[in-house]
């Protein structure tokens, strides 16, 4: 144990290396040089494991160790390694560190598995580049099409092709894989709320995912001189957006049950300090455990930035993401819940508020996702921290389930 917690306490050092904001979190957009780096990092890891590394026409990395039925479907084991800006350490790559100790415990112990075993780290799941988010997943999964992914571009007009061509990748290489060849996806990731740690367990076995969507609202209006243009001759595209923003929390309080809405991104333009913004564009992030309280919010939010649509505004509403909240694998929670009382390990049953690959894998394959607690409840921020202790804990529960999946057997 006292080995395990070193080495991923090791690999989540050297991850969080590779930054754009050191001092100031990790900052990991996806194809930039940051993401070059770590993806190096991984694949060498990968290699030391013995896995067969490979890499698709998005950019996820693939370690596989090949099981002795032939073109038998993976046990997949792995997390996204991309991140908010100026976010934590832990946020994906703690997921991705676990699927490479897992490999690296099935070579220690020389097993040979009947099913593959693959060690996964996905791109974009947090969409901070490219919006929308679940990239790599999405991709994957063909939810999100060849031709979406072609018009993807980035805040500067970088295309998602350019971008991955710059860092080596291939875009013409094939990103949907055939749900036939996976057997299971198993995920680890820290809880990034108080539960796990109020309640002093290191474990959470995850039973569904919320439903969330994004929406992208562009408020157009009418640039102006700051000192000449009268209050009443006004078409300002901030006070609007401001104006919309402030009421989208009463939205969400009034729908209840655990509902949430955010904006998180807000982009003012031309952003000039005596110039009337001509334009405005903010994200709305929507959550809940009940898909109806979803569909409610959306109703409610596209009514009231309707009744913003005159007097010179006009405002455009996109919506790169949509996904029901998803019920995660009976058997798969069966099975890490005995596992981890095989192990003597305390855990718990809990629900998740952020999303994850998991959520768009679930409607393709076994999945099951593990949670360990999060210090404080904190995440997508610099102070994000989880204990290396909880965490070897949770690679030994994976460990076991791959084991078991995989019907892997001493050599
Ligand atoms: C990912 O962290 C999300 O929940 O948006
Ligand atoms: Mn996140
Ligand atoms: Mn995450």
Redesign the pocket.
């Known amino acids: 144990m006292e080995e395990l917690k070193k080495r991923i306490e090791s690999h989540i050092s050297a991850l969080s290396q590779f930054t754009a904001t050191p001092q100031k979190g990790t900052t990991r957009l996806t194809y930039s040089q940051e993401d070059l780096q770590a993806r190096n990092y991984i694949k060498e890891k990968m290699k030391e494991c013995g896995l067969a590394v490979r890499e698709d026409g998005l950019g996820n990395i693939f370690g596989k160790l090949e099981g002795t039925i032939k073109d038998a479907p993976s046990v997949l084991v792995g997390s996204h390694f991309d991140s908010v800006p100026n976010g934590g350490s832990y ?1 994906g790559p703690a997921g991705v560190v676990a699927g490479l100790e897992v490999a690296a415990l099935f070579a220690q112990r020389k097993l040979k598995p009947k099913y593959p075993l693959e060690v996964i780290a996905l791109i974009e ?2 969409g901070a580049r490219f919006g929308g ?1 679940l990239m790599g997943s999405r991709g994957m999964t063909g939810l999100l099409s060849e031709e979406d992914f072609k018009n993807l571009k980035d805040q500067d007009g970088i295309s998602a092709e350019e971008a991955m061509v710059k860092i080596g990748l291939d875009p013409a290489l094939p990103k949907i894989r055939d749900p036939k060849t996976m057997k299971a996806f198993l995920e680890l990731h820290i809880e990034q709320g108080p539960i796990l740690e109020e309640k002093n367990i290191p474990i959470g076995v995850v039973e569904a995912i919320v439903g969330l969507t994004q929406l992208d609202v562009t408020v157009a209006g009418l640039a102006g001189h700051a000192g000449t243009t009268p209050m009443d001759r006004r078409s300002d595209a901030l006070v609007t957006a401001a104006t919309i923003i402030s009421q989208l929390p009463g939205l969400a309080a009034e729908e209840g049950e655990g509902t949430v809405i955010t904006t998180g991104r807000l982009n003012v333009f031309p952003n000039g300090a005596n110039v009337i913004p001509d334009k405005t564009v903010f994200t709305i992030d929507i959550r809940s455990g009940k898909e109806e309280n979803v569909l409610n919010v959306i109703q409610k939010t596209k009514e009231l930035i309707q009744s913003y649509n005159k007097d010179g505004i006009e405002i455009t509403i996109d919506q790169p993401l949509y996904i029901q909240p998803k019920e995660l694998s009976k058997d798969v929670r069966s099975l890490l819940k005995k596992k981890s009382g095989e192990l003597g390990i305390p855990y718990c049953s809990i629900n998740s508020g ?2 994850h690959d998991a959520m768009v894998f679930s409607d393709f394959t076994d999945v099951g996702l593990i949670f360990v607690p999060s210090k404080d409840g904190l995440s ?1 921020c610099p102070e994000e921290w989880s204990d290396s202790h909880h965490l070897a804990q949770a690679v030994e529960i994976l460990f076991e389930t791959a084991k078991s999946l995989t019907e892997a057997e001493e050599d």
């Open positions: 946020d799941e947090e988010g952020a999303g997508h």
